[in-house]
T-cell receptor, first 112, second 111 residues
Framework: DVKVTQSSRYLVKRTGEKVFLECVQD?????MFWYRQDPGLGLRLIYF???????EKGDIPEGYSVSREKKERFSLILESASTNQTSMYLC???????????FGDGTRLSIL | EDKVVQSPLSLVVHEGDTVTLNCSYE??????LLWYKQEKKAPTFLFML????IEKKSGRLSSILDKKELFSILNITATQTGDSAVYLC???????????FGKGITLSVRP
């Protein structure tokens, strides 16, 4: 079974802090993704990576950056957290276009 | 801009009912249509549909894709309370397997 592990289920941070969300997958997938999920808006893609050190912007990249130094790990960084970044963050990984993405359990992030 | 629309947004049924969930899409470089079920935590994968007209089944759930009319349906027969969840539809596009999601359908199954 594919396992996608996110480092925290719940996280509370303060406005202006730098926040790191970590994601690790164990299936040697090339592609990894970060989404945020908000009521009424569904899942929206923030960034994705199709190889080590490669990244592409998704639909809502503003205020975020990412890092992929190793194939199995994909980090989402909030450079200076703001209250409108309070959300559920979901990481996913997938192989080629014939395979579905598999999701981690999510991190519920609150910015105070 | 890629767009996926699901309907209805929410649905309340009684155990034993049959439900049909709808998903339409307008995307470029379409590859596949995926359905996920989300309860409290991670979305879990249900179906991946790439070809038109071929029904995929898993127990009481089934799904089909119409690439001409750009939509898919997810059917659940003999619903149970454990089917209560948010059902997500997503279009897979492009070479890097990007997913565009609909807003989800909240299904509540009452005993």
């Amino acid at each position: 079974d594919v396992k996608v592990t996110q480092s925290s289920r719940y996280l509370v941070k303060r406005t202006g802090e730098k926040v790191f969300l970590e994601c690790v997958q164990d299936m040697d997938h090339e592609n990894m993704f970060w989404y945020r999920q908000d009521p009424g808006l569904g899942l929206r893609l923030i960034y994705f990576s199709y190889d080590v050190k490669m990244k592409e912007k998704g639909d809502i990249p503003e205020g975020y950056s990412v890092s992929r130094e190793k194939k199995e790990r994909f980090s989402l960084i909030l450079e200076s957290a703001s209250t409108n970044q309070t959300s559920m963050y979901l990481c996913a990984s997938g192989g080629d276009s014939n395979q579905p993405q598999h999701f981690g359990d999510g991190t519920r992030l609150s910015i105070l | 801009e890629d767009k996926v629309v699901q309907s209805p947004l929410s649905l309340v049924v009684h155990e034993g009912d049959t439900v049909t969930l709808n998903c339409s899409y307008e995307v470029t470089n379409f590859r596949s249509l995926l359905w996920y079920k989300q309860e409290k935590k991670a979305p879990t994968f249900l179906f991946m549909l790439t070809s038109s007209g071929i029904e995929k089944k898993s127990g009481r759930l089934s799904s089909i894709l119409d690439k001409k009319e750009l939509f898919s349906i997810l059917n659940i027969t003999a619903t149970q309370t454990g089917d209560s969840a948010v059902y997500l539809c997503a279009a897979l596009t492009g070479a890097n397997s990007k997913l565009t999601f609909g807003k989800g359908i909240t299904l509540s199954v009452r005993p």
